[in-house]
């Protein structure tokens, strides 16, 4: 019977969709197309060429295994990546964040207000600082349930995120009923009517409140 062993020129071939695939740190479609490219060109090669046979098929063969092989490999491992850098980010933002709010928590604040302090002093210029709390908070729970008292949190809180959009702006939950917010190159003329917005913001939201003195 006929022995088909793979000449020696056939192995280097293999070594092209290893080196792409494992040592060369292609992303996965770029590594599949330098791949697929190099076994399209061997299969037009052969054909231009009048190569057949088992012994060419068998090459061809192998050529696409190694090739599946690869590209799945590739596939897996850049996906659990993936997840992984999802699962870190999404656990960053979590420990940075209020779960009940949304907002940046009180570590995230001080981290963030001491970094743009340091840039406001380098660069001479403004920065504003804003404290709120909502007033009569404790009777509004004592009346009306701690249910009822999170989702006015959380409507107050979407009320101030939305008057600190730029990027050096934060505000965050200090604590219970306490928010705290700074926005950088404004003077207290300029943080003026984003106060009374704010104020307005909450007001219109029309929440009963029959335990408040005002």
């Known amino acids: 019977s006929a022995n088909y062993f793979m000449p020696r020129h056939y192995e280097g071939l293999l070594l092209i969709p290893i080196h792409c695939y494992?040592?060369?740190?292609?992303?996965?479609?770029?590594?599949?197309?330098?791949?697929?490219?190099?076994?399209?060109?061997?299969?037009?090669?052969?054909?231009?060429?009048?190569?057949?046979?088992?012994e060419w098929g068998y090459q061809v063969l192998f050529l696409i295994i190694a090739n599946i092989l690869g590209a799945g490999s590739?596939?897996?491992?850049?996906?659990?990546?993936?997840?992984?850098?999802?699962?870190r980010h999404v656990m960053r933002e979590m420990a940075l964040r209020d779960p009940l709010?949304?907002?940046f928590n009180r570590r995230a604040f001080l981290d963030q207000f001491e970094r743009v302090l340091r840039e406001a002093v380098r660069e001479n210029g403004n920065l504003s600082v804003m404290?709120?709390?909502?007033?009569?908070?404790?009777?509004?729970?004592?009346?009306?349930?701690?249910i009822a008292g999170d989702r006015v949190l959380q409507q107050v809180a979407h009320v101030?995120?939305?008057?600190?959009?730029?990027?050096?702006?934060?505000?965050?939950?200090?604590?219970?009923?306490?928010?705290?917010g700074f926005w950088y190159g404004l003077n207290p003329e300029g943080l003026g009517p984003i106060m009374r917005r704010i104020?307005?913001?909450v007001a219109a939201l029309q929440n009963p409140h029959e335990a408040s003195a005002t």
């Not at 599949?32 to 490219?37: D, N, V």
């Not at 590739?74 to 699962?87: G, K, T, V, Y």
């Not at 995120?161 to 928010?179: K, M, Q, V």
């Open 131 to 146: 404290v709120l709390d909502v007033d009569w908070f404790k009777q509004f729970n004592d009346r009306y349930g701690h």
């Open 22 to 54: 494992v040592f060369r740190g292609l992303l996965f479609n770029r590594a599949l197309f330098a791949t697929g490219m190099g076994l399209a060109s061997y299969i037009a090669a052969g054909l231009n060429f009048g190569l057949d046979g088992k």
């Open 199 to 201: 104020v307005e913001s």
């Open 74 to 87: 590739l596939f897996m491992i850049e996906r659990a990546a993936r997840d992984n850098f999802l699962r």
């Open 160 to 180: 101030i995120a939305t008057s600190a959009r730029r990027p050096l702006d934060i505000c965050a939950r200090w604590g219970g009923e306490e928010f705290v």
């Open 101 to 103: 709010t949304g907002l």
